[in-house]
């Protein structure tokens, strides 16, 4: 999946095998559409992948002007605005300087989305100036709804609320005041719930657009916060399998690496002791690989079921006959009554164990180690002691074993502490709870 991304856009897959990625026409940086980015950077939006519904797809058509919606309107105002004259003969006949007019609001919707502010005011003006006139009502007032609807929803509100209330000033003075001195002759002032209804009509409009661009913020909320969830949990499967990769690895390959030295002492003195260290190395080996193809198994198509079961406590023998492989002594003890453990805190549990031993076969000195086991209601309490001293010996570990441990105690809700004994040796005490937090 992450191949299919670029730094700048997103690709289809295969997409540069196809002829963006060489030819004469290749630019550099990749295509014009990849360069943009993304107005938008989130996904699973109630739409789907490409935006609120009022949003272009692709970055090119964005910088398009839009011209249908403009020669729409152009028409329904034009035509309209015929029929309504018809029964309005009181008016100033239509004529070329009232298509003008007529016109111009939807030229200038052109631009309502690069300058929505000089589009609201420009249209507002133009009905103003139609209005005064002294021609016809009709569907001019539909220019004005749309620039003061672009307007809003780009956040520009207040602008878009002037324009529309001087717009409305206007008329109400033309309508009540201005009109004895202006076409038609002979005019009579308009009723007053005539402006009760423009009134109520602005209202409406501004309300409206509020209420869609209230809308589209939410959306982009929605979706940001769905990506900031999307990449935390595939940080969190990330670490999870991390985690599962340096268990697996660095207690086989402390094992083999004892076992290989083991081999190589006694190569020629005693050749069935070194016979038996290649075994237990091969034994070893096969089995981190059967681990790690089974981590590996959760990064396969989603929905597939895995080929093993995860490994949990009731595999400790193993854990111990591995240990005893590489010359350590393992004892286990148990208080309590044995409960039936949460796959999660099973593995955990495990995990925690093979990690504690790893540590003991690298770093200390004693050949003994013990693993004790308390249950307890709603809680399993692991305990791994060895005699020390430490070493100081390092297999190749990185310092991320108390770190995974720790990460894997505090995802269930439990604790770690793991620390030197007074007596000296090394100490490694986890607290999980049978009921683990989701």
């Known amino acids: 999946m992450d191949e299919q991304h670029s730094r700048r856009g997103r690709w289809p897959e295969g997409g540069r095998a196809a002829g963006w990625g060489s030819g004469p026409h290749c630019r550099r940086g990749g295509p014009r559409r990849a360069r943009g980015g993304d107005r938008w950077p989130y996904a699973g939006a109630p739409w789907g992948q490409e935006g609120p519904p009022f949003r272009r797809r692709g970055g090119r058509r964005r910088g398009r002007l839009p011209w249908p919606s403009a020669l729409f309107l152009a028409v329904f105002v034009l035509v309209g605005t015929a029929f309504a004259a018809v029964d309005q003969p009181d008016r100033q006949p239509l004529d070329g300087y009232a298509a003008l007019l007529l016109l111009a609001g939807p030229a200038l919707l052109l631009f309502r989305r690069k300058h ?12 103003l100036v139609y209005f005064a006139a002294g021609y016809p009502y009709g569907p001019v007032f ?23 209330g001087t717009l409305w000033v206007g008329h109400l003075l033309i309508a009540h005041w201005l009109y004895r001195w202006l076409p038609p002759a002979h005019d009579r002032p308009a009723p007053w719930g005539q402006e009760l209804v ?10 409206a657009s509020e ?11 929605e979706g940001a916060e769905r990506a900031a969830a999307k990449k935390r949990r595939e940080n969190e499967e990330r670490l999870r399998i991390a985690r599962e990769l340096h268990d697996v690895l660095a207690h086989s390959i402390s094992v083999i690496n004892v076992q290989a030295g083991v081999g190589l002492a006694l190569l ?29 198994d959760t990064l396969r198509t989603p929905g597939d079921a895995p080929r093993a079961p995860a490994p949990g406590l009731d595999r400790l023998p193993e854990l111990i006959e591995q240990a005893a492989s590489a010359g350590l002594t393992v004892g286990i003890r148990r208080d309590g ?47 791994i002691d060895d005699a020390g001293p430490a070493t100081g010996g390092d297999a190749g570990g990185g310092g991320n074993g108390l770190v ?21 040796g090394f100490r490694v005490r986890a607290t999980l709870p049978l009921n683990p937090k989701d």
């Open 116 to 127: 929505p502010v000089i589009t609201v005011f420009g249209v507002s003006a133009t009905a």
């Open 142 to 164: 539909l220019t004005v709804a749309v620039a003061c609807f672009a307007a809003i929803v780009a956040g520009n509100r207040r602008a878009a609320w002037w324009a529309v």
């Open 198 to 207: 423009i009134a109520a009509f602005v209202v409406a409009l501004c309300a």
């Open 211 to 221: 209420l869609v661009r209230e809308r589209r913020d939410q959306w982009v909320r």
């Open 268 to 296: 020629d003195s005693d050749p069935e002791q070194a016979r038996t260290a290649l075994t237990t190395i091969k034994a070893a080996s096969k089995e981190a690989l059967g681990e790690v193809r089974q981590v590996l």
């Open 337 to 383: 009554e044995r409960a039936a453990l949460p796959p999660g805190t099973d593995l955990a549990a495990f995990r925690i164990v093979q990690e504690a031993l790893t540590n003991v076969v690298r770093h200390s000195g004693s050949r003994t180690a013990e693993i004790g086991l308390g249950y307890a209601p709603g809680l399993l309490e692991l305990r």
């Open 404 to 424: 995974g441990m720790r990460e894997r105690a505090a995802a269930l809700g439990g604790t770690i502490e793991a620390g030197p004994r007074p007596d000296g």
